[in-house]
T-cell receptor, first 114, second 114 residues
């Protein structure tokens, strides 16, 4: 299994541009998550999904959109990029059954908006 | 809502010394508890978790943590630090009721001095 994969690894955007961060998992996990990580702030949840066709907002959803058309894919869309969106973005997934199941993380996408 | 406090954003220890990273949670009902490690420029990897049963939990790389309900704590320890332990460590919690996402602490960066 490849686990959770994310593309691209790095990206530089100009203010106002848009882009999609890709996330794919091959573990047949129902739950998927997007976090952003800023220095000294830990990880903050942007959006999550409990299955195909179902998404919900996390703590910091403004400026982002998601979709979940398949079990495997959970892309994160940035519209009108702003410098405040400069961050490292992590996708994660886990099984539905069992609250104790841990989340598996991708390697991250480092985004700079200038 | 759940919250997690990690005392000390940066901890420095000598090689061979005891590692102690502190984590406290805020919940009247004990949650599921996790410790993750993040090596530079990588994603997060699970170190250990507490769900039910024995309160002393052993994880990978010689780390362990003890759940103390009376202190609402889940501190991470390792008897003897290695240079390879230098990384950022995150404590995270999840409610035992409902399918809620993990809530992370702000992280503690561990430095190991030769």
């Amino acid at each position: 299994n490849a686990g959770v994969t994310q593309t691209p690894k790095f990206r530089i955007l100009k203010i106002g541009q848009s882009m999609t961060l890709q996330c794919t998992q091959d573990m047949n996990h129902n739950y998927m998550y997007w976090y952003r990580q800023d220095p000294g702030m830990g990880l903050k949840l942007i959006y999550y999904s409990v299955g195909a066709g179902i998404t919900d907002k996390g703590e910091v959803p403004n400026g982002y959109n998601v979709s979940r058309s398949t079990t495997e894919d959970f892309p994160l869309r940035l519209e009108l990029a702003a410098p405040s969106q400069t961050s490292v973005y992590f996708c994660a997934s886990r099984h539905r059954q069992g609250q104790s199941y841990e989340q598996y993380f991708g390697p991250g996408t480092r985004l700079t908006v200038t | 809502a759940q919250s997690v406090t990690q005392l000390g954003s940066h901890v420095s220890v000598s090689e061979g010394a005891l590692v102690l990273l502190r984590c406290n949670y805020s919940s009247s009902v004990p949650p599921y508890l996790f410790w993750y490690v993040q090596y530079p420029n990588q994603g997060l990897q699970l170190l250990l978790k507490y769900t039910t049963g024995a309160t002393l939990v052993k994880g990978i790389n010689g780390f362990e943590a003890e759940f103390k309900k009376s202190e609402t704590s889940f501190h991470l320890t390792k008897p003897s630090a290695h240079m390879s332990d230098a990384a950022e460590y995150f404590c995270a919690v999840r409610d035992v009721s409902g399918n809620t996402p993990l809530v992370f602490g702000k992280g503690t960066r561990l430095s190991v001095i030769a």
